[in-house]
């Protein structure tokens, strides 16, 4: 058998926005991914759904792991032609052992490539304003670990270089040793009044910085409750942090938001405020069992006056199918297309189809208006065919068969639960690091509270809940929680601005 190949993937400090496009590529076309704790868990949803992945993570001095074990299993998948993907916090080069893992793989003749990430020793500074250089104060700086033991008498470090030769220093892995380190540094000559900072979780929504002197550094850290992972970052750039801190001021930072549904760009303005958001779709979308009445529909496409489309999915769907039965969208002529919501009918417009409707009210009581008010429709007059989702709301086209008109509603797709990995999002709630849980539809709620026993549901009732709108609320009540959060328009879009405008009004009031 052909030997497969390992990249060794640096996965950045813990914002997903600070993963390289390379590395991104790495996770997607792996066949296994062997993972560290400190990688942010949003990039294994980009996994795919047949994939290996395999915890080797270190926490709190746990070793899941061993070096050696996890050596093994990078040799082991990859003789077996796999494509493995090692992916690890930060740079795996920079304090990552990532070079003695290709060691390992050139001595099994391992194809292997080493795709860089950014360390925590650069990003965890910038994000809490602090700059490792800078014209007036600092012009050299130094990356030391800090987890050797620094009673030692043969150490590898030389303490009077570190002291008195570099203007900056970042300490990584080094909170449990801060004592030491500060009495190690003051002892060859550091100024105990040097600025001082310690940064936890850096670049994520648990960010937590805080500042002094050396001397004072370690009672700081005591005192605050520090543990790792963190960067010491000591020197006289740390004092423009005053002025220089520009993440933890936003006016979302620290919310981590829970999207129940695959991530769209139209979740990006709470990325922008500061939150950091966690993609754990619920549900899929599949064709349907049949096709049978949708090719119905399709084969009688001129007989009908409307073509409603009520989602981007029910456009794809039904377009594909169109396509399938011989026909292309020059069968639509004569059609007018009534779309819900801008971003159904930005989607339509792309396929240069023009949308003769778009309802200001996304319910039926709307959709009913808009037609016999706004177009002049008399709906006992008219045929009107609606693709949707095989188990869709019945009020819009009751009422039309009540006004006496026609319609037909085929099944054009399917949402069924997608359980995805499922551990990840109960260490989080249990962790209490979700602070906003989002729901697009009852499904994506439902689908949800059957894939989590009582105990971790009952972590919701801390959580705030936004809900897309009445449907989705009215699941949600029914399952005994409540809804902070509903947009007075049922797009992602309002959601978004609604999530927003909640979190900017309660930090100010607070």
Known sequence: MTAGKVYIVGAGPGDMGLFTLKGLSCVKKADTIVYDFHINAQILTYARDDAELIYAGKRGGHHEMTQEQINQVLVERALKGRTVCRLKGGDPFV???????????????????VVPGISSAIAAAAYAGIPLTHRRFSSSFAVVTGNEDVAKTDSTLNWLALATGFDTLVFLMGIRNVQGITDRLIEHGKDPQTPA????????ADQVTVTGTLVELPELVEARGIKPPSVIVIGQTVGLRNSLNWYETKPLFGQRVLITRPYTQDYE???????????????KTIPPETYDALDQGIDAIEGYHWLIITSVNGFKFFLERLLHRGKDIRDLRGLKIC???????QFIRGYGCRVDAVPDEFNAEGLIKMFTGTHGVDIAKMRFLLPRAQQAREVFPEMVRQLGGH???????????HEGHIKRLVRLLKEGKITVATFTSAATFNYLIELLDEQHLGLFKDITIAAIGPVTEKAITKAGFKVQVMPQKATVEAMVEAIVSYFVTRRAAS
């Open 407 to 417: 319609i037909d509603t085929p099944t054009a797709y399917r949402t069924v639960k």
């Open 339 to 345: 779309a819900i919501g801008e971003k159904t009918a």
């Open 269 to 283: 303005p709470l990325e922008l405020m500061g939150a950091e958001v966690y993609e754990f779709p619920t549900i």
């Open 95 to 113: 304090f990552g052992r990532g070079a003695e893992e290709a060691e390992i793989l050139v001595e099994h003749g391992i194809e292997f490539e």
């Open 197 to 204: 900072a310690v940064i936890r979780w850096g670049t994520r």
